[in-house]
């Protein structure tokens, strides 16, 4: 199961930071996805972290903005939000792909991951 949170109501320009956990299973060698889907829009790829933390990706809007970053001693992945902007507001999910084992690429296609969470919501709004 994964569970996300840090989600919130934050003014543009603030900032927030998102934590994907895992429990009953380990993150360690498995890539993980941050994705999102705002009102009336599809769901898409924000962010990803290859299963070592070398490798990661971002969508060009928000790009100098997030980090990803995981601490698999805590089983956990982040998601770091800066200078927020009202476009940004959706909910956030992360997901794993368990089926390749110490994948380091990852992509921002939400084909290969099969195990989701259920979603934190982020409202960017004054």
């Known amino acids: 199961q994964l569970v996300e949170s840090g989600g919130g109501l934050v003014q543009p320009g603030g900032s927030l930071r998102l934590s994907c956990t895992a429990s009953g299973f380990s993150l360690d060698y498995y890539r993980i996805g941050w994705f999102r889907q705002a009102p009336g829009k599809e769901r898409e790829g924000v962010s990803c972290?290859?299963?070592?933390?070398?490798?990661?990706n971002y969508v060009d809007s928000v790009k100098g903005r997030f980090t990803i970053s995981r601490d698999n001693a805590k089983n956990t992945v982040y998601l770091q939000m800066n200078i927020l902007k009202p476009e940004d507001t959706a909910i956030y999910y992360c997901?794993?792909?368990?089926?390749?084992?110490?994948?380091?690429?990852?992509?921002?296609?939400?084909?290969?991951?099969?195990?989701w969470g259920q979603g934190t919501q982020v409202t960017v709004s004054s």
């Open positions: 997901a794993a792909d368990l089926s390749v084992f110490a994948m380091n690429r990852c992509v921002l296609d939400r084909a290969p991951y099969d195990h």
């Open positions: 972290i290859g299963s070592s933390g070398r490798t990661t």
